[in-house]
């Protein structure tokens, strides 16, 4: 059973940058595909980015693509989400989740089982 640890969230002024991470720890980390969700206040939890276990498939929600990268290295057992050109409808809590899967690489939060805590990211106009 793996745990999840986000960190890197913060408070920052629109246009800017920010890379969020996922420390695993517990399992074999290149068992698992890996998202990233977010919620804001009032909002239900929606998808934001997820790769495959290999880091070879990318799956990215239009709101982000293109201004938001995820990648993982299996090896430190973290996994990432560079964010760029941040805009202040970006801010929410983000979660990382894993799930064990060599095949499915899942976009929706119910396919996931293990979830970190959350970190915050706001973003001012």
């Known amino acids: 059973q793996v745990q999840l640890v986000e960190s890197g969230g913060g408070l920052v002024q629109a246009g800017d940058s920010l890379r969020l991470s996922c420390a695993a720890s517990g399992g074999t980390f290149s068992n698992y595909a890996m998202g990233w969700f977010r919620q804001a206040p009032g909002k239900e939890r929606e998808f934001v980015a997820a790769?495959?276990?290999?880091?070879?498939?990318?799956y990215y929600a239009d709101s982000v693509k293109g201004r938001f990268t995820i990648s993982r290295t299996n090896p430190k057992n973290t996994g990432y989400l560079q964010m760029n050109s941040l805009k202040p409808e970006d801010t929410a809590v983000y979660y990382c989740?894993?799930?064990?899967?060599?095949?499915?690489?899942?976009?929706?939060?119910?396919?996931?089982?293990?979830w970190g805590q959350g970190t915050q990211v706001t973003v001012s106009s």
């Open positions: 989740a894993a799930e064990s899967s060599f095949r499915r690489v899942p976009v929706v939060a119910r396919d996931y089982h293990y």
């Open positions: 790769i495959a276990w290999s880091g070879s498939n990318t």
